[in-house]
């Protein structure tokens, strides 16, 4: 390959390497090639102007059958996070537990369960332990 034709091809691939360009490199070099050489081709009557094709929309390389797998583990264990969180003992839930206790005349046991994880109100009761007082609340209630 000559350097002129050399030329002509970098500066072709030069001019497409912006990611918003679409076009014929091939062709964009010929036309580069054909300036270089001074050659002033008009296109024929026959000949219809050159336009540029649309390229292809670049695609992503393929992803490997572990990174497939990695990922659909990432989406399944933030799903999941997200299910937890959203069915995870609240103070309200803990509040509807109180309630339901003093509705079946549970009041000294909803106390001393209260007594039994550091609090004396429900506003009291630290967070981490909302789930412990819902699960001992639910056996109380079971047991009555």
Known sequence: MSDIR???L??????????????????TAE???????GADKQPAQSEAPVKPAKSPK??????????LVAEAAERIAKTEAEAEVSTSA???????AVEAMLKANKRKEAVALL?????????SLA??????????????????
Request: net charge negative; aromatic share 6%; charged share 20%.
């Open 58 to 67: 670049q695609s992503k390389p393929a992803k490997s059958e572990e990174q």
């Open 90 to 96: 609240t103070k309200e839930a803990v509040g509807k």
């Open 115 to 123: 007594a039994k994880l550091g609090a004396t109100s429900v506003s």
């Open 31 to 37: 036309s580069f090639l054909n300036f270089l050489q």
């Open 10 to 27: 970098q500066e072709a691939i030069k001019l497409f390497a912006h990611p918003n360009r679409t076009g014929d490199v091939v062709n």
């Open 6 to 8: 050399i030329i002509a």
């Open 127 to 144: 967070e981490s332990n909302y789930a412990a007082f819902i699960e001992e609340a639910d056996a109380v209630l079971m047991s009555a």
